[in-house]
């Protein structure tokens, strides 16, 4: 069993060789004392294959919403996952963007956190969406990955609130966005694997977060990174 760690620690660089990107968000970095979120270039998307391939989603209940490549048969399930990520990284501009991060734990990828943004100089609102390999969960990972991706949304990039959205039924994340301070945000319906699902709503303010915020979380190349998403200074927001 891994010690756990103090508040003065910082989890030392993985040892996953990263060489720089031409491609500032690929060079995104959040560091806590636990794991560590890097940018998902492909070489660490082709570490993560073998996870994606044992399957991500198996059994009930189903957390993500259609349409879902991690709930798909091999080999189909990593092609379609290799290509909803490359997708995704060809869109951002000012109004879309999505960064996707694999998360490192002891050198090892164990999983994906993504930041998403809409309109965000507008709103200021990012959307999380995580997920965790079967082997890494109930060790408080997914707690850990949230609270480092909101840093990088609200000290990083500067933004207003954080929504989260889970299935009623997906009892971990649900309670990753209570434990944070998120507040109930109402409820909507989605479908997963074909059929109908409620789906709680949560929200997080820059207040809220402010009152909990950690000081052992470390930020790399997010300066770099502005100008990607049109953000022109985290104050802006």
């Not at 060079?27 to 044992?54: C, F, H, I, Y």
């Not at 490549?69 to 869109?91: H, M, Q, T, V």
């Not at 820059?206 to 100008?227: F, H, N, Q, S, T």
Request: hydrophobic share 40%; net charge neutral.
């Amino acid at each position: 069993m891994r010690a756990p760690p103090t508040a003065s620690t910082v989890a030392p660089v993985p040892t996953i060789a990263k060489t720089a990107s031409p491609y500032p968000p690929l060079n995104v970095r959040v560091d806590t004392p636990q794991l560590s979120l890097l940018g998902a270039t492909d070489d660490l998307l082709e570490r993560l294959l073998p996870t994606v391939r044992k399957g991500v989603a198996t059994v009930p209940p189903w957390p993500f919403d259609d349409p879902m490549s991690l709930y798909k048969d091999n080999p189909d399930r990593e092609w379609a996952w290799l290509r909803g990520i490359w997708a995704g990284r060809a869109k951002v501009g000012d109004s879309f963007w999505r960064l996707y991060f694999v998360v490192v734990v002891d050198g090892e990828p164990v999983g994906m956190q993504d930041l998403v943004g809409i309109d965000f100089a507008t709103f200021g609102t990012v959307t999380t969406f995580s997920w965790l390999g079967t082997e890494a969960r109930g060790q408080g990972l997914g707690k850990e990955m949230r609270q480092a991706v909101l840093h990088l949304a609200f000290e990083g990039l500067g933004a207003r609130e954080a929504d989260s959205v889970a299935y009623v039924d997906n009892h971990a994340s649900n309670r990753v966005s209570e434990a944070l301070g998120y507040m109930p945000n109402g409820v909507s319906r989605s479908t997963r694997r074909g059929e109908a699902a409620e789906e709680k709503r949560w929200r997080l303010t820059r207040e809220r977060w402010l009152k909990g915020k950690r000081d052992d979380i470390e930020l790399v190349g997010v300066a770099d990174c502005l100008p990607v998403l049109g953000i022109r200074s985290p104050r802006d927001h």
